[in-house]
């Protein structure tokens, strides 16, 4: 493999969609034409609603959609395409240099096999070590994930561990084979507050020592606001608006951003007696309006907005918004007060 | 909702032909006295135990009394089928009330209840259905009894497991705030939702029966003649089974058509039933 | 509708216990001592908000209060009852004051039941004597102060979103006109966009039937929007009552402000300005909790004493607090521990 140019991204997303097809015939868009890019090192959040198209985003990224899916687009990983990689050359990037933690990690483990087991498989899989270097690696993986008495953890069983520390051992099992990038899919969502805190610490700081780079999906703005460089929203399977972080909080350019951040209660602040809130619903991919798809919902909706759908455009360097309405933003926050 | 299942039932191919093939003979059975020139007990002494023969007088042919054995073997689906529904029937009501009853109540009731079917379990069938007729006589009540007094506990054992992870579930807790409790529950919530198990069930516990009954009459506690079963026409065909083997393949062509086609119907509903048989 | 004093409390519970048998291992079986010892007051109108992270027991309090658990011991005074001692019809009766919001109202609605059954099916067990015309007429309007419509009425729960759901529920919970209503984290599973509509919705229906409420929640954020009061659990026991301003801009004790501490904020720049959380640790098995006080083995200022002795619940400042040194921490740390504003 030809080594690629620095300035290439390590993972590069152009135009990639997602359908499933549905009894009735016609396939069900659960991704529309996303770009995105993640540079090395970099934590890039994704945000949305379940339903919005963020899963099987991650998901096409390692071709994880499941057989029915109709994939088109390209994905590419340091240059290589992974969306029409044969399986076997997919098998040896996914897991090795991408690899994915999941939501629910009372799920991710099986029930039957020794977290030793199950950490060494990876390396047994992709790299062809001994056991005995296996148990080594694993031993030291769980000490990154601040396992504390790592060799007896690993005669244990996923039942014998708390959900935290499941969620620990998944983190370890990914980062067994060194991968450059992880996904991670809603990784604190099953947890406490006080671990969910404890494991975006651990993200972070695998950053910081390994350089990993770190896709993470979230519904919870609070989540992605702790951890990530920049942020993409997304709003019925496509991206709506693309910045750095702050420009993000400080300047949302998109209602939907706008109103994501302002509708959920806040720890700080004045307290409001109505909370903003976005009427109606998220929309029914099956049953997209030819026009903008958060226009019925929108604050700021203008009459170009419901035939034409916005195209994402760069409002300015960095920040990109698929919007028509380019006034200043605010009309909700003035709600508040 | 209901109809999704319908039309997922009718998408299976084999389903489709077992339902078919299930109309076509209970349509046939149904309406046996009017399609049919001959009755049941009229014997036609010119063709006494004549073969089959198309375009004849006797399609199927006769018995050695003879009798026309489409028209005999057409109502012998009759009584067979009734059989089989009515004492399903039955079995699914009094199943139906005391697994979910002893679900519901749990504890102690649950216990004393479900050791009552242990111990029905345990009764050996056959040596129990001879002990009834040598007291009772024999006779068509008899069977719906004694069929009935067994099927029931197949059916009460699963709607019990069913009620047991049903109460789990949240909106039975959200019925007990809105006030609904007891009997009230199991009818308005227990029931309803597990009307899908036990269509299934009840749909496999027909063939059961009437092969139950089959074997009754085979034995010859069942069926009385002159009236006849698929189970007394089997029996009757088997002892003239090498002079003529018509009397024999005939009504357990249907017998077996029977139990197939319903087999098949409860498999189909099962799939169609279950959200995880989607593509 | 409620003419009591607005100072009376509708709810008294006093020493309130709940435990559990279940089973470890192979036909052995351990008492789990789910909520212990757990007292608190609510007045008619207020909102009590009531937070824990999972295992903490802040659903079997609601549970038992609702009757659908049995508590070991303890008492619950509401409307000159004892709420646990109550049986037969009385009880029948006394269930009609006290509704539940579940979590997941898709789990929380009979499956083969249309909107229409299911926001009646109170009205039908309470008020029998309701003409059919009268049950749907009030059907009806209770859909739409919900803020549904008519075109709801036949829908089944799984042809309804998870919001559309969640109101239904709130309808259903709120036909018979109950005076206490428990919510059980009820916009944890809704889509942020839903929450805050059904958040606004509980206020505002607070608002016009005078309703008391008991919010239990895991999100610190929601309830210091929903509650005026809140009482903090830790593996069943409490740990800190106070008023919601009380307890948001000075939290007495280390285990609240802990959660102060962990929520995810909003905010990329209050996240920086924040010091680093230093919670290790998760929350101890409640079939083992630890001697003396249950947050000791988390507790960045648990001392020899805190291992040998329960902390009682007492008075420090504005708060009912259960921490030896309430006193010395609240002197160490003049600054509030919560989050700077904006």
Known sequence: MNSPPSAEPLLQLQDVSVAYPTASGAAVPVVRGVNLQLAPGEILGLAGESGCGKTQLLLSIIGLNGPHAQLHGSVRYRGQELLASPLAELNRVRGARIAMVFQDPATALNPYLSIGRQLGEVLRFHGGVSGREARERACEMLEAVQVGDPRRRLQQYPHELSGGMRQRVVIAMALMASPEILLADEPTTALDVT??????????????????????????????????????????????????????????????????????????????????????????????????????????????????????????????????????????????? | ???????????????????????????????????????????????????????????????????????????????????????????????????????????????????????????????????????????????????????????????????????????????????????????????????????????????????????????????????????SLVADGASDMQSHPHLLIVPAAFLTAIIYAFNYLGDGLRKALDPRGQR | MSSAAPARSLLRVTGLSVSYRVRVGRGRAALLHAVRD????????????????????????????????????????????????????????????????FQDPLASLDPRMSAEEAVSEPLRVFEPALSAAERSARTLAMLEAVGLSARYLHRLPHELSGGQAQRIAIARALIVRPRLLFCDEPLSSLDVSIKSQIANLLMQLQAQLGLSMVFISHDLAAVRFACSRVLVLYLGRVMELADRDALFSAARHPYTRALLQSAPLPDPRLVRQRPAAALGGEIPSPLAPPSGCVFRTRCPHAIDRCAAQIPALRRVGDSLVACHRAEEIAAATLTSCAPPGR
């Open chain 1, 195 to 337: 671990v969910q805190s404890q494991i975006l610490r651990l993200l972070r700081e695998l950053r910081e020592r390994h350089g990993i780079a770190l896709l993470l999906v979230s519904h919870d703005m609070g989540v992605i606001a702790e951890l990530a460089d920049r942020v993409a929203v997304m709003y019925a399977g496509r991206i709506v608006e693309q910045a750095g972080i702050d420009t993000l909080f400080e300047q949302p350019r998109h209602p939907y951003t706008e109103a994501l951040q302002l509708c959920v209660p806040s720890l700080a602040g004045p307290l409001p007696q109505r909370l903003p809130s976005i009427p109606g619903a998220p929309p029914d991919p099956a049953a997209l309006a030819p026009g903008c798809a958060f226009a019925p919902r929108c604050a700021y909706r203008l009459a170009l907005c419901e035939q034409h759908p916005p195209e994402l455009l760069e409002a300015e360097p960095g920040h990109w918004k698929a919007c028509h309405y380019d006034q200043p933003l605010g009309r909700l926050r003035d709600a508040l007060t």
């Open chain 2, 1 to 231: 909702m209901r109809s999704a299942v319908l039309s997922r039932l009718l998408a299976q191919p084999l389903t489709r032909i077992a339902a078919s093939v299930l109309a076509a003979i209970v349509l046939a059975a149904l309406l046996v006295p009017w399609l049919s020139p001959y009755d049941s007990y009229t014997p036609d002494f010119a063709l006494l135990a004549h073969a089959p023969m198309l375009g004849g007088a006797h399609v199927l042919g006769t018995d050695p009394l003879g009798r026309d054995l489409l028209v005999r073997v057409m109502w012998g689906c009759r009584i067979s089928l009734a059989i089989g529904v009515v004492a399903t029937l039955m079995s699914v009501l009094i199943g139906v009330s005391w697994g979910a009853i002893a679900g519901y109540a749990g504890g102690t009731t649950d216990q004393l209840m479900m050791r009552v079917v242990d111990v029905l379990y345990s009764v050996p069938f056959v040596p129990f259905v001879i002990v009834l007729t040598v007291l009772f006589g024999r006779g068509l009540w008899l069977i719906f009894l004694a069929i009935g007094a067994v099927s029931w506990l197949d059916i009460a054992r699963i709607v019990r497991g069913q009620t047991l992870s049903l109460k789990q579930r949240e909106f039975i807790e959200a019925a007990r705030i809105g006030g609904v409790h007891g009997l009230g529950m199991i009818r308005r919530h227990i029931v309803p939702n597990l009307l899908g198990i036990v269509a299934v069930y009840a749909t496999l516990t027909i063939p059961a029966v009437i092969l139950f009954e089959a074997l009754l009459s085979f034995l010859g506690m069942g069926v009385q003649s002159p009236m006849a079963s698929l189970g």
């Open chain 3, 38 to 101: 757990v007292s608190f007051e609510l007045e008619s109108g207020q909102t009590l908000g009531i937070v824990g992270e999972s295992g903490s027991g802040k659903s079997s309090i609601a549970r038992a209060l609702l009757r659908l658990i049995p508590a070991s011991s303890g008492q619950a005074c509401f409307d000159g009852q004892d709420l646990l001692q109550l049986q037969g019809a009385p009880l029948q009766r006394m269930r009609r004051s006290l509704q539940l919001i």
